[in-house]
Structures are given as structure tokens and as C-alpha cells.
């Protein structure tokens, strides 16, 4: 099995063919973003100059998405980048996105966690495949950040501390309201 901590290396060929070399095969855009999706981070590199081209095979990425009419930012968001990117100033947006992407993926994460942990019902005969069913779902409702091992700073705002605990809250409301239903129906 692959060591997923480390990034899959894609090579790149002059005749722009891209050489998975876990596997041993070429593969496509498509391949690539599935990868992403299934939580693996990706490297791809020229062969012959040994530059990385990642930033650039990803933002390819997005666009041929976005080309397809499978939207992915709000044109808002895509005219401030472009913005940020066009200044001569330093621009805190790059930051600022990393943080927030580094937010969603740890509450996200944080959310399946405490799911699984305090669901009673994990006793019961069929419990592993609903749970796995459940992590499906949560993985195609957020494109699969939950699964991506990422690792976010320590959270210095108490703020976004108290709305991700309220929202907690709220869902283990919503669950305890499920369990009463299915305890009702037996």
C-alpha cells in the first residue's frame, strides 16, 4: 500500500504526458482531481527541468471544472483573487484562504469524529455499514475535505471557537431527535 504522507508524485514528460510513479501509468487531469479527492496531496514535476508544476496543473484543474459549468467560486471571489494578484502590494488573501479551507477541513473533520463517538446505537448489528455509509455521504456533501489530512494551527479567537460549538450542538440535537425516532419505530 501507498504511504499517504508522503505526496504522489506525477512526472511530466516533454511530450506533456503525466506518469503516475506510484503506479507505473499515465494519467490524466481527471485522475489527478480524483486523487485530490480521495484526500491525497499530489506533486507533479517536469522532468527535464525538475520544476514543480503543481500550482499550475491544479488552477489547470479548476478552470477545465469551471469551463464544464460545475462552478466552483463565485465570480466575487474569482475578480478578488485576480485583484490580489494584480496589486503590488502583499496580499493576505492567499492567507486568509488557507485558514479558512484549514477551518472547514478540521470542523469538518471534528463533526464525523463526534458522530461516530457518541452515537449509541453503535452496538447495534449493522452499525459499520451505516457508519460507513454516513462518512460517504459526509464526504460527497464537502467533496472529500473532511478526509484530507490536513493540520490547522491552534485557534487563538475564542469566536469561531463558540459558533463551531454551537453548531456541534445543534447537531447533536438533530441526532438525539434521530435517535428518538428510530427508538420509537422499533
Known amino acids: 500500500m501507498a504511504e499517504t504522507g508522503k505526496p504522489l508524485l506525477i512526472k511530466r514528460y516533454a511530450s506533456r504526458r503525466l506518469y503516475n510513479t506510484e503506479t507505473s501509468d499515465y494519467v490524466t487531469l ?12 499530489v506533486q507533479i514535476i517536469d522532468l527535464k527541468s525538475g520544476d ?9 484543474i479548476i478552470a477545465e471544472h469551471e469551463s464544464r459549468g460545475e462552478s466552483v467560486l463565485p465570480v466575487d471571489v474569482l475578480n478578488d ?8 502590494k502583499v496580499s493576505v488573501v492567499p492567507q486568509f484562504l488557507q485558514q479558512s479551507f484549514d477551518m472547514l477541513r478540521d470542523g469538518q473533520a471534528k463533526v464525523v469524529e463526534n ?23 459526509m464526504k460527497a456533501m464537502t ?9 490547522s494551527e491552534p ?9 463551531s460549538s454551537e453548531d456541534l450542538d445543534a447537531i447533536k440535537k438533530q441526532l438525539a431527535d434521530l435517535q428518538d425516532k428510530l427508538s420509537k419505530l422499533k
Not at 481527471?30 to 496531496?41: K, M, P
Not at 487563538?156 to 463558540?162: G, I, L, R, V
Open 30 to 41: 481527471d485522475d489527478i482531481a480524483g486523487f485530490i479527492r480521495d484526500g491525497r496531496e
Open 81 to 88: 483573487l485576480v485583484r490580489s494578484y494584480m496589486t503590488g
Open 52 to 60: 514543480d508544476l503543481t500550482r499550475q496543473y491544479l488552477l489547470q
Open 143 to 151: 467533496g472529500g475535505w473532511a478526509g484530507a489530512a490536513a493540520k
Open 115 to 137: 458522530i461516530n463517538n457518541m452515537n449509541p446505537l453503535s452496538n447495534m448489528p449493522g452499525f459499520d455499514a451505516m457508519q460507513a455509509q454516513q462518512e460517504a455521504f
Open 155 to 163: 485557534e487563538t479567537d475564542q469566536a469561531p471557537k463558540a459558533e
